[in-house]
């Protein structure tokens, strides 16, 4: 909310090019004291400044932003090449080959950007091909209350969800080797951009924990041919959160590894996972990212089918759901200011073990932690929720919806709600397509259009320039980005606007915009064509 | 042969009809019956382009009395930009020579349906000029006050007045507008058939579907054109080949560059309006919205010159092309929005077309006449930047003048191919210029303006330290020349923004050098000079500098001496410094625009003559001036040699060494009139010379300096400037040089014969420095140049150049004023007296200042020390 009137002023602002930091700070210095309930909730899931959680911290803040304001006026305007600069630092374009040797692949190419509005950045992606199942994972990630529960979830998730789908014979294979400390087939094939980080330290952890879920998957009975997508995202959305969970509460050898499972586990992240294999797409989505389909209209117009749906308080169903699941006397408390107990904006979530564990559970594992780490150097914040009377009150069930290719479905757009809150599905999926098919190549006005009285032109013209704005970034990932930021109230691209969107200081930054990641996976339309049906 | 165009598409057909008739012409004037006339073996005067401005060549070479002209048209006539073109002629043109043609062409226009009995379409709508904000109107205003000068009627008018004029225009967002009740429009094809038809009842004759290949040159003057249909002998060659001259250019045997590129442009043609429109409306041009209009055959035509041109034919000529360009809608989107925005009515009118009429442009936005400086009797009028019509006439007048007479009759240097030379003939610079050009015809021009594009191709040694260092350039010839610099910490940002009519940003930035001059020493990079060594065995270089100089050269080795060259009339060919560097050899210093037209100037009088021998240097110099008191001990610590004016006299010349550099050329002038040094440094040495002169002159103040600050020392010193205040029609005494003329010696030079007759009859015309008296520096306009300057109430003349004097606290403009004529319309004497006494005002955007007329720079009014004249160092070779 703050950030959408901290947004006006910067719009207004902008047209001068430079914004005077010391303005805007009184403004906020000003708003804060007066709504002390959006301090606690800014870390978790906000538009409003990232860290602040107790009156301490804000004094901290302001002062801060006194030394600020006593600096000259910072010079907001950045040139092109700047902006180019910083929109593609986080580029990914991956060609995907047709043909491997063995199958038809039904990703042509995917691309892929990350625009951080948090210092670090929270949100986290994914994407790597499943070498079993032929078909591809991407997958998004947007972390709150820091970067910990993305970061491992990212790196993990797309394992549990490869295994899941492997058959009995695979994964016999793959305990064979481990048992026999002989090289482990590949189960997946990653395409990492170079900036991503993985957590090293707690790598063997990760692959423990996993072994574990294989073996299990390995008595199952029925597991023999593996799990159809749907069953394995399911499955392995729980069983990453269940061991999340798990590592969190036990006593771990390593000091680094405890204190990084306490960090993922208390803080959190939605999900945003699709699978696209050759029988169709599909995701599963735990969260307020979205998956939307792009799909090209007989008449050459695009439109969008969204394939996931949020889970936030503006999905009724969802409210519901979580109600139904409390007593009736908490009925009001459990969503309040459409928020999870007042404070989580999405309703389903990786980690966040504060509204699933009983209080209890929370404070003897911090107690057994206290002993040995500095709580402040985990950057946990020492809260209990409101009205935390009978957990859990948060979960990770993923929704998962199928979606079989149709010649029509040209592409798949992932993002997290930073791009959502800018762009709406069609709008988003109106840029791509038109990014894809290169409509400044538009046809040239036709002979009977010419016939049109110069009124009737005029306004032919003017749609035709609205649609051919001229792209300038090859990475669709990057052009819905840049437009996401800088599309100004005439729906035209302001690089005023722009620049002083990504000018932002880092501690004003998320005020304006969160941090936004999109992924675009190009489907092979010919190869649906092709393939029966 | 009586005919309407009444579209478009029926041009084809008009043209058609205009070659038999012109075909029927010659077969009455030639007497010959054949189906085709004899294709000529030999002419006095081959023109190749039969559109409108090679046929108005052909017609005012042929008005002149000349005889055996072929006018040569690979196509048909007028089938080019003619053929498409909107047939505006306007006065309103930025420079005033522009001005002059264009109202010459209306003249022409007009009683050219009288002479030839053709049609032309000619109708005098009028203009009018809009303004949408203060800033247009303030220039429309400054073009009013330059029309007034040149006896053409207009009128500042009110935004109601305008509706009055035009019922279509909305007014709301207009501030005023300039009305020019004489423009007109006319049918450019028409007009083109009336002067060739013209022409050829005066004999010339015109040969369609003919074309040239190349022209063949010997010993430096055109002998031949050769044909598709064989070749042709001639004296001289006309290039009119429009958006071809460049290409036809490059076909000449000795290549011949003539700078200019095409670039689309775009016009829509509404059917007749259902409203009748009164067939006299007048034509609107809105610069602001970048659009103009005219009526059009009951309805209207309109176009642009818009933002982002198109610029085409980059990699050559495809006649083809031209006939099937393509229209672009989307392209033509924001006139039309700007259009619609104009006349809101227009929004149920019905289109006809979108016409695509590639039209050429030039590197600075004025067209391209004269002979070419490397071969002579190859004479060029192209590029004329979308105005082809409106100069035309003009144009064409000029150039048979010029080619009759030698020099056209009025001074024509801004549009003299010699401006440009080989350096300007790059197509990625063309087209990337042209792209800047075009817009930039409808663009607000500010004082001092400067190209963006097709910059840092000319650089001294010194550039990134300088620019490190604040620089902001401008340039010239290609070079790049400091500005001023921006001292540390000052907002680059809101500097380059300083766009205005008014006190500019950088006011305090170039007081503080011009007072670090005064007091301390600056340091000025001018190596953009153009520099000549001409040299010889025995006397031939003295001989020939004799002939071609006003002044006395041969003074001991080591004198510098300014002086003119002088063309017959005695006006400046080319003002420069020459420095006698031996016996035999000299160092010419000329302005920087000068490489091209000086060269060909001396080369044009220099007898062939083995031992002598001339070349430009100018590449092989970094030139630094220090200026200001303390520049002798800079460069005494770096040379420990002593250069007080007892031991370096002013105008002396020394090669010696600085710092560790030896071979240096020290000068002690400054082109400024302040005490101080010019040093010519070899390129090598220049980073050395420089770094040792800034760290040697840090204690004594020294600063870098810019041509901002040069102009406003010069001006204040009523330094001239040449191709700024003189011209070729400027003699020595007119602008009080009189003591630069070797009258006393008894020698002939080029011009000696004029300035006798002028110092016996008296000049009529004396160049002058204005003080502003009540001008407000902060809150009036500034003057630029071109203002109108009034004596007792009487138009008496222009300034040429103005700046802000630091030290007069006042700005000082200087420019030519002349006596009203006598009884007898003849030019009468002016007198000291008609200087001193008469009460001057100058007009700056309609608004009168009142000025104080000199004859002499104040420093030597008021400064106590007594200079004799001779050691008066007044140079001029400083940029505006």
């Known amino acids: 909310m703050y950030g959408r009137v901290y947004a006006t002023i910067l719009q207004k602002a902008s047209g001068t090019l430079t914004l005077n930091v010391a303005a805007s700070s009184q403004h906020l210095l000003l708003a804060f004291p007066s709504h002390p309930q959006s301090h606690l909730s800014s870390w978790v899931k906000s538009k409003s400044i990232p860290g602040i959680c107790s009156d301490e911290k804000s004094e901290n803040c302001s002062k801060s932003w006194r030394h600020c304001s006593t600096r000259q006026d910072l010079d907001f305007q950045l040139s092109r090449v700047q902006i180019n600069n910083i929109l593609r630092s986080s580029e990914q374009t991956v060609s995907v080959p047709e043909f491997d040797g063995k199958a038809l692949s039904v990703v042509r190419k995917f691309e892929s950007n990350q625009l951080a509005a948090n210092t670090p950045n929270e949100d986290r992606r994914s994407a790597a091909s499943c070498l079993q199942s032929k078909g591809m994972l991407f997958g998004v990630f947007d972390g709150h209350g820091g970067w910990a529960c993305a970061q491992a979830v990212s790196e993990r998730l797309l394992y549990y969800i490869a295994v899941a789908m492997m058959s009995k014979h695979g994964l016999e294979e793959l305990e064979k080797c481990m048992e026999h400390d002989r090289p482990v087939p590949p189960i997946l094939q990653w395409y990492k951009h170079h900036t991503d980080f993985i957590y090293r330290d707690s790598a063997s952890l990760y692959i423990d924990h996993l072994r574990v879920f294989w073996q299990e998957l390995l008595v199952n009975e029925e597991h023999d041919e593996g799990m159809s997508p749907q069953e394995a995202l399911h499955c392995a959305f729980k069983r990453l959160d269940a061991d999340i969970s798990l590592e969190a509460q036990v006593p771990l050898s390593n000091d680094l590894m405890r204190s990084t499972a306490i960090q993922v586990a208390f803080a959190g992240c939605t999900a945003c996972v699709a699978h696209v294999g050759m029988d169709g797409i599909h995701v599963a989505n735990a969260g307020d990212c979205r998956a939307v389909l792009g799909v090209l209209n007989d008449d050459g117009s695009w439109s969008a089918l969204p394939l996931s749906q949020d889970h936030n308080s503006e999905n009724q169903a969802e409210v519901e759901r979580i109600r139904a699941q409390h007593p009736p006397s908490e009925r009001h408390s459990v969503i309040t200011d459409d928020r999870l107990l007042g404070i989580l904006m999405p309703l389903r979530a990786f980690g966040d073990m504060r509204f699933k564990w009983s209080s209890e559970l929370q404070q003897s594992v911090l107690d057994a932690l206290e002993s040995g780490v500095d709580l402040d150097s985990l950057e946990l914040y020492q809260y209990t929720p409101p009205n935390y009377l009978t957990p859990p009150y948060l979960d990770v069930t993923p929704d998962i919806r199928y979606h079989k290719l149709r010649p029509q479905d040209r592409f798949l757009i992932l993002g997290t709600d930073g791009l959502w809150d800018e762009l709406g599905n069609e709008e988003a999926v109106r840029l791509v397509g038109e990014h894809l098919s290169g409509v400044h190549l538009q046809a040239p006005v036709s002979p009977s259009e010419k016939q049109l009285r110069l009124g009737q032109m005029h306004k032919l013209l003017l749609k035709r320039r609205a649609r051919a704005s001229p792209t300038l970034d090859s990475n669709s990932a990057t052009h819905l980005i840049r437009h996401a930021l800088g599309t100004s109230d005439y729906r035209e691209l302001s690089h005023e606007r722009l620049a002083s969107m990504l000018a932002l200081p880092e501690d004003l930054a998320r005020m304006y915009r969160d941090d936004i990641t999109a992924t675009v996976v190009y489907l092979n339309s010919d190869l649906v064509k092709r393939s029966p049906s | ?880």
């Open chain 2, 1 to 880: 042969f009586k005919y309407r165009v009444v579209s478009v598409s029926s041009y084809r057909r008009a043209s058609r009809g205009l070659w038999t008739s012109v075909q029927r012409l010659l077969a009455t004037t030639g007497g010959t019956d054949s189906q085709l006339p004899p294709f000529p073996s030999q002419a006095r005067v081959v023109i190749c382009g039969g559109g409108i401005v090679g046929t108005s060549v052909a017609y005012h070479l042929a008005k002149l009395g000349w005889t055996d002209i072929v006018l040569l048209e690979q196509g048909r006539l007028g089938a080019g930009t003619t053929r498409l073109c909107a047939g505006i002629v306007s006065v309103a043109k930025p420079i005033s020579v522009e001005c002059q043609m264009a109202n010459y062409s209306l003249n022409l226009y007009q009683q050219l349906e009288e002479e030839t009995g053709v049609k032309t379409g000619y109708a005098n709508t009028g203009s009018l000029c809009l303004a949408q904000n203060q800033d247009r109107l303030l220039s429309l205003k400054r073009l009013a006050s330059r029309l007034k000068v040149l006896g053409i009627s207009c009128n500042v008018i009110k935004s109601k007045a305008v509706a009055k004029l035009h019922p279509l225009v909305n007014i709301h967002d207009l501030v005023g507008a300039l009305h020019l009740p004489d423009d007109a429009v006319v049918s450019p094809p028409d007009v083109n058939h009336a002067l060739a038809v013209a022409a050829a009842q005066h004999g010339v004759q015109i040969l369609e579907r003919t074309t040239v290949q190349q022209v063949l040159v010997e010993n430096g003057h055109v002998m031949a054109v050769e044909t598709d249909r064989g070749s042709i002998e001639c004296e001289y060659f006309v290039n009119c080949a429009g958006q071809w001259a460049y290409e036809l250019g490059q076909a000449s045997e000795m290549k011949v560059s003539i700078p200019l590129h095409g670039c689309e442009h775009f016009y829509l043609l509404t059917k007749p309006l259902p409203e009748n429109l009164s067939a006299n409306n007048p034509v609107v041009l809105d610069m602001d919205g970048r659009v103009y209009v005219r009526n059009w055959q009951g309805g209207l035509l309109s176009g642009g010159f818009e933002k982002n041109p198109k610029p085409i034919f980059t990699e050559g000529r495809n006649q083809l092309e031209i006939q099937n360009m393509q229209e672009d809608w989307d392209h033509f989107e924001p006139m039309l929005s700007s259009l619609l925005r104009r006349m809101p009515g227009l929004e149920s009118a019905e289109i006809l077309q979108l016409v695509n009429c590639p039209e050429s442009f030039t590197p600075d936005m004025r067209c391209l006449m004269g002979e070419t400086p490397g071969v002579s009797g190859y004479f060029v009028l192209a590029g004329m930047n979308s105005s082809g019509l409106a100069f035309a006439g003009g144009g064409g007048k000029y150039l048979a003048e010029w080619m009759t007479y030698g020099y056209p009759s009025t001074d024509v240097w801004p549009l003299d191919i010699k401006r440009f030379g080989n350096l300007q003939s790059s197509r990625t610079f063309l087209r990337h210029r042209v792209m800047e050009v075009m817009p930039l015809l409808y663009d607000l021009k500010v004082p001092r303006w400067d190209f963006q594009t097709g910059r840092q191709l000319r650089t001294s040694p010194l550039y990134d330290r300088l620019d490190t260092q604040g620089a902001r350039w401008m340039e010239k010839h290609g070079f790049e020349r400091p500005k001023y610099f921006i001292p540390q910490g000052k907002d680059l940002l809101s500097l380059d923004q300083s766009k205005t009519f008014y006190k500019p940003d950088w006011f305090d930035i170039v007081g503080a050098e011009v007072k670090c001059c005064k007091e301390a020493v600056c340091v000025v990079d001018m190596s953009s000079f153009t520099k000549f060594e001409l040299t010889s065995t025995e006397g031939e270089a003295l001989d020939l500098l004799q002939h071609l100089c006003a002044n006395d050269l041969d003074v001991p080795v080591g004198h510098i001496v300014h002086t003119g060259m002088l063309n017959k009339r005695g006006g400046y060919e080319n003002d420069c410094s020459v420095v006698r560097l031996s016996k035999n050899s000299f160092f010419i210093i000329s302005p920087s625009d000068q490489p091209v037209h000086c060269w060909s100037w001396i080369k044009k009088h220099m007898p062939s003559d083995p031992n002598l021998h001339l070349e430009d240097v100018s590449w092989k110099f970094t030139a630094l001036n220090l200026i200001g008191p303390r520049a002798m001990d800079v460069l005494a610590e770096l040379s420990y040699v002593s250069m007080k004016p007892e031991h370096f006299p002013s105008m002396f010349c020394k090669e010696m060494s600085v710092g560790y550099a030896n071979g240096i050329r020290v000068m002690s002038m400054t082109h400024t009139g302040e005490p101080g040094f010019m040093l010519y440094i070899p390129i090598e040495y220049a980073l050395h010379v420089y770094n040792e002169v800034m760290s040697v002159g840090q204690k004594y103040g020294i600063r870098n300096a810019g041509y901002y600050g040069l102009r406003s020392l010069r001006i204040e010193k009523f330094f001239a400037f040449w191709g700024q205040d003189l011209n070729a029609f400027t003699t020595p005494l007119e602008c009080g040089r009189e003591f630069r003329v070797k009258f006393d010696k008894d020698m002939d030079f080029l011009g000696r014969e004029a300035l006798v007759q002028q110092r016996h009859d008296g000049v009529s015309r004396r160049f002058v420095m204005l003080v502003l008296e009540d001008h407000d520096t902060e809150l009036d306009v500034w003057p630029w140049w071109g203002e109108p300057i009034y004596c007792n109430g009487r138009l008496a003349g222009t300034t040429t150049s103005s700046a802000y004097s630091y030290t007069l606290e006042r700005h000082v403009c200087l420019g030519f004023v002349s006596t009203p004529p006598g009884p007898d319309g003849l030019p009468t004497p002016i007198t000291p007296d008609f200087i001193n006494r008469g009460d001057y005002e100058v007009d700056i955007a309609g608004q009168r200042y009142s000025a104080k007329a000199k004859l002499y720079p104040f420093s030597s009014l008021f400064t106590q020390q007594k200079r004799r004249k001779e050691d008066l160092e007044l140079s001029n070779l400083q940029a505006k």
